[in-house]
């Protein structure tokens, strides 16, 4: 069984910069499709960005494009997400989830597709 534990999430100030972390157990992380979701009270989860070491190998929402990048290590079986430039309205808790195989398709921002889930980070950006 496919266990997620992400960490990072912490407050800080507009413009400044978080890594979030998605460590796994029980399985290689590179047999999966690996989503980042987040959720702000009041409002429904949204996909952040997806990573895969297949196929389409990397997607981001319209909303972080150009300031989130996801990356893997293998080696750690962890999955990172880099937040530059953060924004008042990245405040979420952040989860990761899993699916295996596969890669970053039209499922990639659809959380129901993910079979595995983190606890969830907070991030609340804030001056």
């Known amino acids: 069984q496919l266990q997620l534990v992400e960490t990072g999430g912490d407050l800080v100030q507009p413009g400044r910069s978080l890594r979030l972390s998605c460590a796994a157990s029980?399985?290689?992380?590179?047999?999966?499709?690996i989503g980042w979701f987040r959720q702000a009270p009041g409002k429904e989860r949204e996909g952040v960005s997806c990573?895969?070491?297949?196929?389409?190998?990397?997607a981001y929402a319209d909303s972080v494009k150009g300031r989130f990048t996801i990356s893997g290590d293998n080696a750690k079986n962890t999955v990172y997400l880099q937040m530059n430039s953060l924004k008042p309205e990245d405040t979420a808790v952040y989860y990761c989830?899993?699916?295996?195989?596969?890669?970053?398709?039209?499922?990639?921002?659809?959380?129901?597709?993910?079979?595995?889930w983190g606890q969830g980070t907070q991030v609340t950006v804030s001056s």
């Open positions: 990573f895969s070491s297949s196929g389409i190998t990397s």
């Open positions: 989830a899993a699916r295996p195989f596969g890669s970053c398709d039209s499922r990639r921002f659809t959380a129901v597709s993910y079979d595995y």
């Open positions: 029980g399985g290689a992380l590179r047999y999966y499709v």
